[in-house]
């Protein structure tokens, strides 16, 4: 587990803040974690998922979905699994969910690639992917339900929100499956509307910790070299 950043430690503090108000308000609120690329938003969202677990009694579980297409959730599994040690249980859903589960365990984060749960047949109208088709066994939209049932509340977190969850099909599956009790967007460049509360994480304050740069200077003094001998690649890659 890394030392956090000043800005990092502080963002953390307002998502707790915000995520026990809203836990008491009982409704399906949404926080936008708005922070620069390279300011470690998966480490931020980490850690505050470990301090929330320990502060609160409340039953929880988590689901982290990673926008756009990739492996982006099996990197946020690594990442996150490096920041909460064995605290927390962390799985992915396309090797947990095939039938064998009927809850979203207490505390788990279950790592979610959004194209594996939104996919749909054109003609029929039924999802694609077989941990959400309707089957003798339970799929993961019974998973859900039932995580429900039995009073465990469930965070839903958007990785990359901008990148696709506004849609009509990300807005059914929230809304109608899933069925968050909070959520948590997380962008450098997030849609937002007048009912989000927004965390903010400003570039200078990441610049000041050095995890980010102002500018970048491109192949710098590269006029000084000279040889006429060498080539435009030879001469970049001398620079």
Not at 91 to 107: A, D, H, K, W
Not at 141 to 167: C, F, M, W, Y
Request: hydrophobic share 35%.
């Amino acid at each position: 587990m890394r030392e956090l950043k000043n800005y990092q430690s502080k963002a953390v503090m307002q998502l707790l803040t915000l995520s026990k108000m809203y836990f008491d308000l009982e409704g399906n609120e949404t926080i936008v974690l708005q922070a620069p690329t390279g300011s470690g938003k998966t480490v931020t969202m980490a850690r505050y998922i470990l301090d929330l677990v320990n502060e609160t009694d409340r039953d929880l579980c988590f689901l982290w979905i990673s926008i756009g297409k990739g492996e982006l959730h099996k990197q946020s599994l690594k990442s996150v699994k490096r920041e909460v040690d064995q605290t927390l249980e962390c799985t992915l859903l396309e090797n947990e969910f095939f039938g064998s589960r009927n809850v979203i365990n207490q505390n788990e984060i279950v790592f979610v690639n959004w194209e594996k749960i939104r996919t749909k047949d054109k003609n029929t109208g039924d999802f694609k992917n077989v941990v959400m088709k309707e089957k003798e066994t339970v799929n993961f939209p019974e998973v859900l339900k039932n995580t429900h049932e039995i009073g465990r509340q469930i965070v839903l977190i958007i990785d990359e929100s901008h990148a696709g969850a506004t849609t009509g099909r990300a807005k059914e599956i929230r809304d109608e499956i899933i069925a968050p009790d909070l959520t948590i967007e997380m962008s450098a460049t997030p849609v937002l509307d007048d009912r989000n509360t927004k965390v903010e994480v400003k570039p200078s304050d990441v610049i000041a910790e050095e995890m980010i740069k102002k500018e970048i200077i491109i192949n710098q003094d590269i006029e000084k070299i000279v040889d006429d001998e060498m080539d435009s690649e030879k001469l970049i890659l001398e620079s």
